[in-house]
Nanobody, 122 residues
Framework: QVQLAESGGGTVQPGDSLRLSCAAS????????VAWFRQAPGKEREGVSC??????RTFNADSVKGGFTTSTDYKTVYLQMNSLRPEDTGVYYC?????????????????WGEGTQVTVSS
């Protein structure tokens, strides 16, 4: 089971872009489902973007379509976030699960990072 560590969070202004990274250790992300989730204060964790390194499938939540993209080089997972809005503020987590496609089911992932804070504010 890989261990995950996010980085790249920070405070940005509305309309800015930010790229988050999630480094895997103890293994690579070949044949995995990988995903990004976020959690705003007082709200449940929600799925943002995911992909499968097994078959190349990708999926983005409606709330971020057109603005967020997940990619990976099998050692690091990236979340490119463009045109950020204040409602994108939250702690962002990456997650992985070997083998099968999981989509954005928070209960389907066994490995999680500690999270990185993203704040979008003018």
């Amino acid at each position: 089971q890989v261990q995950l560590a996010e980085s790249g969070g920070g405070t940005v202004q509305p309309g800015d872009s930010l790229r988050l990274s999630c480094a895997a250790s103890g293994g690579t992300l070949d044949y995995h489902a990988v995903a990004w989730f976020r959690q705003a204060p007082g709200k449940e964790r929600e799925g943002v973007s995911c992909l499968s390194t097994t078959d190349g499938r990708t999926f983005n939540a409606d709330s971020v379509k057109g603005g967020f993209t997940t990619s990976t080089d099998y050692k690091t997972v990236y979340l490119q976030m463009n045109s950020l809005r204040p409602e994108d503020t939250g702690v962002y987590y990456c997650a992985s699960e070997p083998g099968r496609w999981v989509g954005l089911d928070v209960g389907g992932f066994s490995s999680w990072g500690e999270g990185t804070q993203v704040t979008v504010s003018s």
